[in-house]
């Protein structure tokens, strides 16, 4: 499955969904963007269950101003609206494999509790 260029007209659409969303925040000008792709891309073959997106933060720069993005390549993982992992730098291979698998078992019920325990707690 190929990378799906994520904008902020299709963001809300894209991250919303059922499907975990890994975010590769880039620039065409950044070096370790351009190693980093490659792998991203790859990745996306070999896990059909998830949804890869790429952010250029030259053309998307209101998008990457909303996450705070300071340096590039950051990587942002979604699974059910809420971020699993938000981190500047490419990762190798393994090391991608690794934060997938860990993200797609990661047990959402347990954040979401501690959420709604957050929310409902007098300030």
């Known amino acids: 499955m190929a990378s799906v260029a994520l904008t902020h007209d299709n ?3 894209v991250v919303t969904g059922d499907r975990m969303v890994i975010i590769d925040f880039w620039a065409s000008w950044c070096a370790p963007c351009n190693v980093f792709a490659p792998i991203f891309e790859e990745a996306s073959e070999r896990h059909a269950d998830v949804v890869f997106a790429k952010v250029n933060t030259e053309e998307e720069q209101e998008l ?3 996450f705070n993005i300071r ?3 950051t990587l942002m993982v979604f699974r ?3 971020i699993l992992f938000a981190e500047a730098g490419a990762l190798p291979p393994a090391a991608l494999e690794e934060l997938l698998t860990k ?3 990661f047990d959402l019920t347990e954040v979401r509790r501690e959420t709604a325990e957050q929310g409902s707690t007098p300030a």
């Open 11 to 13: 963001f809300e659409q």
């Open 64 to 66: 990457a101003a909303i």
């Open 71 to 73: 340096s590039i390549p």
């Open 80 to 82: 059910g609206k809420e």
């Open 103 to 105: 993200a797609k078992e």
